[in-house]
């Protein structure tokens, strides 16, 4: 923790031994809880309100936002400041979205003409794939895109092509992210070479898994069609230009876009192109005004007036203050069941991080696991432990008003009433007295009650935020992944982290390159440690060599 946020943080630590302790007590005695812990933004509205926060313990977050330099770090971040220090970058994800009319300068070089030119590259090539006019070798229509990436070049994409199933109206689309050879092959399997076009998407290009399945589906449409097809089979999307004209990708196939985007913040750059072929360029440009239209209410709205800041004020007061390691996101929207994987890179990379932006080593608990599944299904597997397990675990609900299925009305109300009905139960849990009173209604005997009724209870005061919304369209698909992102900065900045670089991922790239020839048995394990060697070992001999 930097020195001067020191008594900010000591202020919070005190205000929690002041936090409310039931929060059953917290509503009944405070009628107007909802609206003073709820915020709206359009249709869009989240609520805090069953977290124990009190009006006193807001001002206080603000304080420390306030002294963290929130404000200040927000606007480097739209201005195009190098923030990104350890790599030098600037970080211009929101450029992306910024709309027709948006001048940005970066490094004296308007960078907006070239957004605009890529993002209309795309929508001419996702037409003419939509419309047959680019078509395969054999001059037979595209009927199936394989992306091929990993990380920010599959989750993204793979995540938002599901939560716009509605809009779905272009070929399939399937995502190939694992180097496990099972994930190619088993989507290649059911697939024709003639019919298939391979998105290849990578910002460095040289990313191993992609790099491998890459060449993998270039040997299956050369086998099947010859190398000449691979110029209408395959199309590339990258920051790393001169690398793809090395794979043979016609130019006219190549996306383009740049340093300044982050890999896991790169779903509106050409990486979204799986996407657009989806659902088609109307869909995705109302996806990116979306985004566009929460960037503007982060950059803008007072701080406790705004939702992406408030949320990322109260994930800081269940991490530091409260000390929860873990947050589950829970969307009752079966079309965000990806939402947490998205969310686990997006948050994990960010802010798994233990030195501050200076070098030094961070003093407070950073990033938390995330992690989480769709409702209600979670209800039937973990949900046991987040109601009576010995960890408080902070909920994040994510549900539609509506869904598209109106002859479904009944599901969707089902739905929304689980949804509703687990946030309720986590914050007023169930007593002992209420346990047995229950079991005394239906006319348990005594000694039943008395055996039975601790397993019964529920302790409560768990704390939960839910987000609610009219329908996920795509306007309001982008409004939540903005959301999210801007969350993520948030909490970096009161952390004091570097939010934008990965350098947790290098050191078991490097050592994988180093084992490759090892496991292949063409080195001998010799410099890896004994448990390494031995699993080696053990490998060879499973194989049999
Ligand atoms: O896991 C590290 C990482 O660099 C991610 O940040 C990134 O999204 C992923 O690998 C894929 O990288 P690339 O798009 O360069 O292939």
């Known amino acids: 923790m930097r020195d001067f946020l020191k008594a900010e943080l000591a202020a919070l630590r005190d205000d929690r031994a002041a936090a409310p302790k039931s929060m059953r007590e917290a509503f009944a005695s405070d009628p107007q809880r909802f609206e003073t812990f709820s915020l709206t933004e359009g249709d869009l509205l989240l609520d805090w309100s069953k977290c124990a926060v009190t009006p006193a313990t807001m001002a206080l977050l603000e304080n420390l936002a306030e002294a963290a330099g929130l404000a200040e770090r927000r606007q480097a971040m739209f201005s195009g400041d190098r923030i990104n220090i350890t790599e030098d970058r600037a970080v211009l994800h929101t450029a992306l979205r910024a709309g027709p009319d948006a001048k940005i300068v970066l490094d004296g070089a308007e960078i907006m003409g070239g957004v605009r030119a890529v993002l209309d590259a795309m929508e001419k090539f996702s037409d003419a794939v939509r419309s047959g006019a680019a078509s395969g070798a054999t001059g037979r229509r595209i009927t199936d895109i394989v992306n091929i990436g990993i990380g920010g070049s599959d989750l993204g994409p793979a995540m938002a092509t599901l939560a716009l199933a509605p809009y779905h109206d272009g070929p399939r689309v399937h995502y190939v992210s694992n180097v496990d050879g099972a994930h ?26 992609t790099m491998t399945n890459a060449a993998t589906a270039r040997k299956w449409i050369e086998q099947a069609l010859g190398t000449a097809a691979v110029a209408k089979h395959f199309a590339a999307v990258s920051t790393a230009l001169d690398k793809v004209a090395n794979f043979g990708i016609a130019p006219d196939r190549v996306f383009g876009f740049w340093d300044w985007v982050g890999g896991r913040y790169s779903l509106w750059s050409a990486i979204g192109l799986p996407v657009m072929i989806a659902v088609g360029a109307k ?84 990033g938390p696991v995330v992690w989480g599944e769709p409702g209600t ?169």
């Open 283 to 366: 869909h995705f440009r109302e996806f990116l005004a979306g985004a566009h239209e929460m960037d503007r209410h982060f950059a803008t709205a007072p701080l406790l007036k705004n939702i992406p800041v408030v949320m990322g004020l109260v994930g800081y007061w269940h991490r530091v203050v409260c000390n929860y390691p873990t947050r589950a996101v829970i969307p009752y929207d079966q079309r965000l069941s990806r939402l947490p994987a998205y969310l686990q890179q997006l948050d994990m990379e960010s802010n798994g991080k233990r030195v501050t932006i200076d070098g030094g080593a961070v003093t407070t608990p950073t």
């Open 184 to 209: 190619i092959h088993d989507t290649l399997k059911g697939l024709d070479p003639e019919t298939t076009l391979f998105i290849v998407a990578s910002k460095t290009f040289t990313t191993i898994e």
């Open 377 to 545: 299904n979670g209800q039937h597997a973990f949900f046991q432990l987040l109601h009576q397990g010995t960890d408080i675990i902070p909920v994040e609900f994510l549900a539609a008003a509506e869904g598209h299925e109106p002859k479904l009305r009944h599901h969707h109300d089902l739905l929304l009433a689980n949804c509703l009905a687990q946030s309720e139960a986590l914050m007023k849990g169930r007593t002992l007295e209420e346990a047995e009173a229950q079991m005394r209604a239906k006319g348990v005997t005594p000694a039943e009650i008395e055996k039975i009724a601790p397993h019964r209870v529920f302790p409560g005061n768990r704390p939960s935020v839910t987000i609610l919304y009219r329908k996920l369209d795509p306007h309001t698909l982008g409004r939540l992944i903005a959301l999210y992102e801007h969350r993520v900065f948030v909490e970096a900045q009161l952390f004091g982290i570097n939010a934008f670089d990965q350098w947790g991922v290098e050191l078991g790239k490097e050592l994988a390159t180093g084992l490759l020839p090892v496991v292949e048995g063409t080195q001998d394990a010799a410099r890896s440690d004994a448990s390494t060697a031995g699993l080696v070992r053990h490998i060879h001999h499973l194989r049999g060599a």
